[in-house]
């Protein structure tokens, strides 16, 4: 085989553009590269290793003769078009929310659980962007120590909401520099009824409310994190609680996690010991240098940064942490990505 | 008596400025106001009550036939005048963290722990902005259900870190959006060796940075808290953590707070009762009409806001909060006048 017949879904978005800049910088053979978007983005202009390449309407028909499918056009286009494209044989890596909690469907972050990929059906989900940072960082833990209870919040980019909240803010943030109101129309949820403004402000709703008062957003955090840590092990529940807040960062989500281990003995030496193994994380944790993790810095890069690692003096077994990776990367495009060198790796396609 | 004289000590700073307008706001009696700064603001001129008032250098002179000391001009300030002044007979409220751990001195948001005032010495001091606006909303509920643990991630205004700070941070941002480098010389922490932009950034580090690896801040949070709750009260100690970010924005720090408290029966609705009791707390919690605290939406208001109440589902008896504050007001030159207007009405001046 010379090369595999890849379309990326939702070329023309924030993490349309990163998966095809990861896809170009990957060491997956491409033969052919589709990219696919709506009507209204149909036509547009793309580089691809430098080679243009025209945007196409995503149809049924788009996927004949296609390997490998990278979507990130939104849950309701996954769910529309995944099950065409593996009807026609492809394997689909989907960023959205769409199949990320069906039982047959693998979700994975290739550092954690890679083996979950041998039993894929043809769709693999990638998980949430805020998930994704805060598991490649717990999963060395619990593996070495258990892991009882994880409490996070988050402190979430504006780009996690697309580049149109992303330049609204930027807007906003203008605004208030020329002494103007700030004005919202996105922000912090595309499609709910009221809008407040992000810059120079926080907002604690990301995605829609669930009967129990938790967004979305963490009730994915709960469950996705749960899915991937309990993976064909047979071990004991996870508690998981999650605070998500929209912040007017642009690229690269901040975790604050608190970490109950089952090993009381666990110690911060153990666990940046842990960590500094773990493939994909890199640990940014001198109080001395001021060294610690920070959007601005983890911005355009592959890994995850974990820092302010403490023990709880009170409760023995118990620690905190501080997360930063770029939401778009290893939260979207680059694990996308991963996972599908992993496939051709693995002889998964 | 027809009236106090009243000392300003850090008159010109951002806190300074709001500490004369809540005073005149105030039901204190002010025969004649005194406004006290470094010699660098001498002959500086503001307004009380629409009076012009020239600032004078403070000097160990500045306190003679003084009643109320009000200061705010930094730790170093207070611990060298405060004596002096109690010495010749003022009563000095500190929002500085020169002398908040001492035994002798009470430590005091008026809605929790008034009575304290009666065994002050000359010295009450004001908390930290970030342990007021938490303290104030876990009061009722450590009265109601008892408190085991408090774990806390702030999101702090850089309002907190002062006016040369705030502008700064102002000044970052319209670099970033004229697409020039953001430059840094005080963020995050005035007087450390190592400085970066806070513009649409995240700074895990406020105040500095102690063996065990937490910040002051950090630190101040988890004493603090303790000192106020469990003043004379005969109870079992309360577990907390702190984990302390510098985000951008102006003013109002973001709290998300999680606690276990001691009744296994306590629920939301029963938390939601007691925070509605308390005065000085707002609850703003309705996920249907997407109402949450913001601190765009606090900012100017002397009350404490607290919403995004949930029950962690799988852990019973403890909950979720989001508590946001004007860190200015309610965490600085409110609470302080708030205790003066208390020590007039109590007769402790």
Redesign the interface.
């Known amino acids: 085989m010379n090369g595999y017949n890849v379309a990326i879904l939702g070329a023309t978005g924030a993490v349309g553009s990163r998966l095809i800049s990861q896809l170009a910088q990957s060491n997956i053979p491409v033969k052919n590269l589709k990219l696919l978007a709506s009507a209204r983005s149909a036509g547009k202009v793309l580089k691809f290793k430098n080679e243009p390449l025209t945007v196409e309407e995503t149809t049924p028909d788009s996927f004949k003769n296609v390997d490998l499918v990278l979507a990130s056009a939104g849950g309701n286009v996954s769910q529309k078009f995944l099950p065409i494209a593996v009807q026609s044989g492809a394997v689909c890596v989907d960023n959205t929310s769409a199949f990320r909690m069906d039982p047959d469907v693998p979700l994975v972050i290739p550092e954690v659980n890679r083996e979950a990929l041998k039993r894929h059906h043809g769709i693999i989900a990638n998980p949430n962007c805020s998930t994704i940072q805060m598991v490649i960082a717990l999963a060395p833990i619990y593996h070495a120590f258990g892991l009882k ?1 994880v ?1 996070v ?1 988050t ?1 979430q980019a504006v780009s996690g909401a697309g580049q149109a909240a992303w330049n609204e803010m ?1 807007h906003q ?2 605004q208030r ?1 020329n002494n103007e109101a ?1 004005t919202a129309k996105i922000t912090p949820v595309k499609g ?3 809008h ?2 992000l810059a ?6 990301i995605d829609v ?1 669930e009967d ?3 967004t979305h957003e963490e009730w994915k955090m709960i469950h996705e994190t749960k899915k991937i840590l309990l993976d064909d092990m047979d071990s004991p ?1 996870i ?3 999650a ?1 998500c ?1 929209r ?4 690229l ?1 989500h ?1 975790e ?1 996690v ?1 970490i109950e281990v089952a090993d009381k003995k666990a110690t ?1 030496a153990g666990l940046r010991q842990q960590l500094t193994r773990m493939p994909g994380i890199i640990v940014q944790d001198d ?4 060294l ?5 810095t983890a911005a355009g890069k592959r890994e995850t940064f974990v ?9 023995p077994g ?1 620690f ?1 942490l ?1 997360i ?1 990776s770029d939401n778009l990367l290893k939260g979207a495009a680059w694990n996308t990505v991963e996972i599908a060198e992993c496939l051709v790796e693995d002889g998964l396609i």
Chains 1, 2 share one sequence.
């Open positions: 209870q409490i919040s402190y930027l943030a203008q520099l700030m709910e009824p009221h407040y403004p120079f402000n926080l907002l604690p709703q409310f129990n008062g938790y529940d508690k998981v609680t605070t807040v912040v007017p960062v642009e690269g901040g604050s608190y911060v109080p001395a240098e001021q610690y993790p920070q959007p601005l820092g302010r690692l403490r023990a709880d003096e009170e409760n118990a905190n501080w930063v």
